[in-house]
């Protein structure tokens, strides 16, 4: 179960909140007037972003993706 605190609460005693966050890896939802405003959730490392998508597996890509296109690279059907 989630625990709750109001903003009194939980800026008096962040430090101590944290602590408990690592130690549980449970999250805390912070409320004003016993309605939620926010969360502290245990942060979590993302993804490595180079990684190669299995799916594109030996694709080969050509020429620099950011290089504007010229008409001639067009289909003359599409010009």
Not at 53 to 73: Q, R, W
Request: with cysteine; aromatic share 4%.
């Amino acid at each position: 179960m989630k625990r709750a605190v109001n903003i009194y609460e939980a800026k008096a005693h962040l430090s101590r909140l944290i602590a408990d966050l690592q130690r549980t890896g449970k999250s805390v939802t912070i409320c004003r007037n016993r309605v939620p405003v926010a969360d502290l959730v245990p942060h979590r490392k993302p993804g490595n972003p180079l990684k190669q998508d299995p799916a594109l597996k030996g694709a080969h890509f050509h020429g620099d993706p950011c290089a504007p296109v010229g008409e001639e690279d067009w289909p003359e059907d599409l010009r």
